[in-house]
């Protein structure tokens, strides 16, 4: 209020010669309005988001306590005390390690192919409108498109409703994400380092690979850990691929058939005993605290490789 | 400054034979023939979208990276087309150093700024010895010995552009282009980049663009003054207008144009 007072003085002297009203009192006041609106748009998402976990943790935290490691390392069962998460955590760490592993390599290697080689070519024109256009695709989709190439037409390689069909599902799902995240990452490297290193002498790819690529990791790494984390919430396409619900046995190898947290999940809440609704809410706390595990493992990743520059 | 005898190494570098510049179907600078003298500095001047720095990125086919530019008519270094199908744009730019406007050290130490063109161009011999030898001929050395592990954004405005320098130079050029390389750089940096390319046009051919006319005068054996016009769609068309000496470029240049520039008279 001050600041306002006292430019009021300031005002009064030079108003009378200038044809200004500059109304500084009402440009605060705006600034206050949109400051508050900012703050409760803010809040409006976090308490939403607390009042989620904080419900969760009520339901679920006592039976996840209460068992503590036979919830985590127990295989599914018909009675609701002596049911684990075992191979439904398993089932979802391995679909995210064959997500991972299929989806990294071709969503890097289609974003650099874009960004650095592409051009204006009407074929990279052509791949990045069907990229927009598959980012768009509702998940439950790609679980249709998974049936039918992952567990039909390829059912020698992938052994049909199995562990591997599914990963390679919602590495598809995950793939336009992580395209546009390397683009992203890649635009953001200035274009002076790209000239220093032609200037050089240096071809195409040592560019990318000794300039372009290192500045873009983090933001890359970042991308793609963001778009894991959204694969391992996935249910939809699992659904469609053929989970099964109750596993009690780990798959020994990628054909196997399988199950994930977000299955069992479904599974448990769709249950009429009030006791699998707990161990529903256990498996979520489970599911959330891999899901922030990830999340710190990316943020800890591109602090890493961005204080090595 | 000028000699009328061709001495050794007095030879042309550069011969540009009537071309134009296009970037897609526009003509952004047409009409240019010069011969760029060898261990000479040539300055190129004139107002801002004359197309010198255009000119300029053709020497290494720098221009080649944007799809839509191409040129017209020929630029030969040392009798060769540069822009021949033979003729490798990689191994062109190796010979062919550059250094731009702001300085640009890669986001490494400022060794590995030094060693990275010479490795990826297969240098065999002592790395460290490179490092120092390029450090010392872009009069840098003293000021970073200590530091080489040292990223090489750490250092002030003016060393970057000598480290880009003592870069360039790594790889054993035999031309250096040098594109407005003192603009962000205060007097006192200005002067030591301006001295060091006294020292470095004994072993480099070295043509700068520059907008500062001053510069031009101090450093440059050779200016070439662009201008631009305006086009009937609104952008501008650059084109060469006057080629000479330095001094008589500043002192009893031929085209009236030119005498209004350098006087500072425009239009």
């Given at each position: 209020m001050t600041t306002a007072d006292s430019s009021k003085d300031l005002n009064q002297i030079s108003d009378s010669a200038s044809g200004f009203d500059s109304n500084l009192a009402g440009r605060y006041q705006q600034d206050k309005i949109f400051r508050i609106a900012a703050l409760i748009a803010t809040l409006a998402g976090l308490v939403v988001l607390g009042f989620l976990v904080f419900d969760i943790l009520v339901d679920g935290l006592g039976r996840l306590l209460q068992n503590f490691p036979s919830f985590i390392n127990s295989f599914p069962s018909r009675s609701a005390d002596r049911a684990g998460v075992l191979s439904a955590l398993v089932g979802s760490i391995l679909l995210l390690i064959i997500t991972a592993l299929a989806a990294f390599p071709l969503g890097v290697g289609t974003g650099i192919f874009l960004q650095e080689f592409g051009g204006d070519s009407w074929f990279s024109k052509f791949v990045e409108v069907n990229i927009g256009n598959l980012a768009a695709v509702p998940s439950i989709i790609?679980?249709?498109?998974?049936?039918?190439?992952?567990?039909?037409?390829?059912?020698n390689v992938t052994?049909?409703?199995?562990?591997v069909s599914a990963g390679l599902t919602l590495a598809l799902l995950i793939l336009p994400v992580i395209i546009v995240a390397t683009r992203e990452a890649m635009k953001a490297v200035p274009d002076s380092l790209r000239l220093a290193g032609f200037a050089l002498g240096s071809t195409r790819w040592q560019v990318i690979w000794e300039h372009v690529l290192p500045l873009a990791l983090p933001g890359i790494l970042t991308g793609t850990i963001l778009a894991l984390s959204r694969a391992i919430g996935e249910t939809a396409p699992l659904i469609v691929i053929g989970a099964a619900t109750f596993v009690p046995f780990l798959p020994t190898n990628l054909k196997d058939s399988f199950t994930a947290l977000p299955i069992q999940i479904f599974n448990w809440t769709s249950r009429p005993q009030a006791a699998f609704h707990a161990n529903a809410a256990a498996a979520i706390i489970v599911l959330m605290v891999l899901l922030l595990t990830m999340n710190a493992g990316a943020i800890f990743l591109r602090n890493k490789f961005q204080s090595e520059r | 400054m000028q000699t009328n005898s061709p001495a050794v190494g007095t030879g042309t570098a550069f011969y540009v034979d009537n071309t134009d510049y296009y970037?897609?179907?526009?003509?952004?600078?047409?009409?240019?023939?010069?011969?760029?003298?060898?261990?000479?500095?040539?300055?190129?001047?004139?107002p801002s979208g004359c197309g010198k720095s255009t000119v300029l990125r053709c020497f290494n086919r720098l221009n080649d990276l944007i799809p839509s530019a191409h040129i017209k008519g020929r630029i030969t270094y040392r009798g060769v087309d540069i822009y021949d199908k033979g003729v490798d744009p990689i191994d062109l730019r190796r010979n062919i150093g550059m250094v731009f406007q702001k300085p640009n050290p890669f986001p490494?130490?400022?060794?590995?700024?030094?060693?990275?063109?010479?490795?990826?161009?297969?240098?065999?011999?002592?790395?460290?010895?490179?490092?120092?030898?390029?450090?010392?001929?872009?009069?840098?050395?003293?000021?970073?010995?200590?530091?080489?592990?040292?990223?090489?954004?750490?250092?002030?405005?003016?060393?970057?552009?000598?480290?880009?320098?003592?870069?360039?130079?790594?790889?054993?050029?035999?031309?250096?282009?040098?594109?407005?390389?003192?603009?962000?750089?205060?007097p006192i940096s200005t002067r030591s980049v301006e001295e060091l390319m006294q020292e470095l046009k004994e072993r480099y051919t070295i043509i700068i663009v520059t907008h500062n006319m001053q510069q031009a005068t101090r450093v440059s054996d050779m200016t070439a003054f662009f201008n631009a016009e305006p086009t009937e769609k609104g952008g501008k068309q650059g084109y060469l207008v006057e080629y000479a000496p330095t001094q008589t470029i500043f002192n009893s240049p031929q085209m009236e144009a030119t005498q209004d520039y350098v006087s500072g008279r425009f239009g």
């Open positions: 790609y679980g249709l498109l998974g049936l039918t190439v992952f567990v039909d037409l390829l059912f052994g049909g409703r199995s562990v | 970037y897609g179907s526009f003509q952004a600078v047409r009409d240019v023939t010069l011969d760029i003298p060898e261990r000479k500095i040539t300055a190129f001047i004139g490494k130490s400022i060794y590995e700024n030094i060693a990275f063109g010479a490795r990826i161009n297969g240098y065999k011999g002592d790395m460290d010895e490179l490092v120092e030898r390029s450090l010392r001929a872009a009069a840098i050395w003293d000021e970073v010995k200590d530091k080489l592990k040292e990223s090489g954004l750490s250092i002030s405005g003016g060393q970057q552009q000598r480290l880009c320098i003592a870069r360039a130079i790594a790889i054993e050029p035999q031309v250096l282009l040098m594109d407005e390389p003192c603009s962000a750089l205060d």
